[in-house]
Nanobody, 123 residues
């Protein structure tokens, strides 16, 4: 069973930055697609960003384009989300997701999920 563990969340002021990490228990070659999703209180889970093993295909939600950057370090079985220019509306629990095959922006196509890390952006 693949395990994904997120870290790096916390409380930050608006316009600040955070870097989320996702550590996978399995060689990430087998996790061809990895992505980040988030869920704010009272809202449905939404897509944030995703990328393939080589980074050849990358996708971002319109709301985070130009502010967030997704990356992978396959040698360390890890994925990252650099979040800059954070806004209060970015406040949510951020989840790491992975699968051998998945549609980048479709959460139901991912099999493996982390427990989430809280990101709170104060105004």
């Amino acid at each position: 069973q693949v395990q994904l563990v997120e870290s790096g969340g916390g409380l930050v002021q608006a316009r600040g930055s955070l870097r989320l990490s996702c550590a996978a228990s399995e060689y990430t070659l087998h996790l061809s697609v990895m992505g980040w999703f988030r869920q704010a209180p009272g809202k449905e889970r939404e897509f944030v960003a995703a990328t393939t093993y080589t980074g050849g295909s990358t996708a971002y939600a319109d709301s985070v384009k130009g502010r967030f950057t997704i990356s992978r370090d396959n040698a360390k079985n890890s994925m990252f989300l650099q979040m800059n220019s954070l806004k209060p509306e970015d406040t949510a629990v951020y989840y790491c997701a992975a699968d051998w095959r998945a549609e980048l922006a479709t959460d139901s196509s991912y099999k493996f999920w982390g427990q989430g890390t809280q990101v709170t952006v104060s105004s």
